[in-house]
């Protein structure tokens, strides 16, 4: 899978790049999604936060995995 990822031209440090916009991403979506609102559309903001924040550790891990194949 990480040879197929290297092959279409994805570097690790491109996913450890995305890992991060992730986490940013995450904490702008937390305060401009559920920061604003009220009741379950406060709620929704936070949740959907949160899911973007779980994907900073997937492309940490596919950065790990493509940089394993570099070597």
């Known amino acids: 899978m990480f040879k197929t990822l290297k ?3 994805l570097t690790a440090d491109m996913m450890y790049l ?4 992730s ?4 904490i ?5 999604q559920g920061g ?4 379950e559309e406060r709620a ?5 936060g ?8 997937t492309f ?6 493509i940089a394993q194949t570099e070597e």
């Open 7 to 9: 092959d279409l031209g």
């Open 44 to 48: 929704s903001g936070e949740r959907f």
């Open 60 to 65: 940490f891990a596919l950065g790990n995995g």
């Open 28 to 32: 702008f979506v937390w305060y401009s």
């Open 18 to 21: 995305l890992g991060f916009l």
């Open 50 to 57: 949160i899911f973007v924040g779980l994907w900073a550790p």
């Open 23 to 26: 986490v940013i991403g995450s």
């Open 36 to 39: 604003v609102k009220s009741g």
